[in-house]
């Protein structure tokens, strides 16, 4: 059974704050997009690396491939 968006998004969202949280896919090829204060500061890298944490084994698991746009507020507004 493949993971749905909101499932993926609950995923997300559980670990860590999110201001906007969008997450489109068939199942095993997902695309977000993800506001949060985490990233205030980070490179690119890092905020990957955040959202790798709170998706944790699922990411090799579950998910096939997740494309992802990592901004803070501030980049999002």
């Given at each position: 059974?493949?993971?749905?968006?909101?499932?993926?998004?609950?995923?997300?969202?559980?670990?860590?704050?999110?201001?906007?949280?969008?997450?489109?896919?068939d199942g095993q090829h997902f695309?977000?997009?993800?506001?949060?204060?985490?990233?205030?500061?980070?490179?690119?890298?890092?905020?990957?690396?955040?959202?790798?944490?709170?998706?944790g084994d699922r990411m090799r698991?579950e998910i096939h491939a997740l494309?992802?746009?990592?901004?803070?507020?501030?980049?999002?507004?």
């Open positions: 059974m493949y993971p749905t968006p909101d499932q993926i998004k609950s995923y997300i969202a559980a670990g860590l704050a999110c201001t906007h949280l969008e997450v489109e896919g695309t977000a997009v993800i506001v949060s204060d985490a990233f205030v500061g980070k490179r690119l890298i890092q905020r990957h690396q955040l959202v790798y944490a709170a998706l698991e494309s992802m746009k990592t901004l803070t507020p501030e980049e999002f507004k």
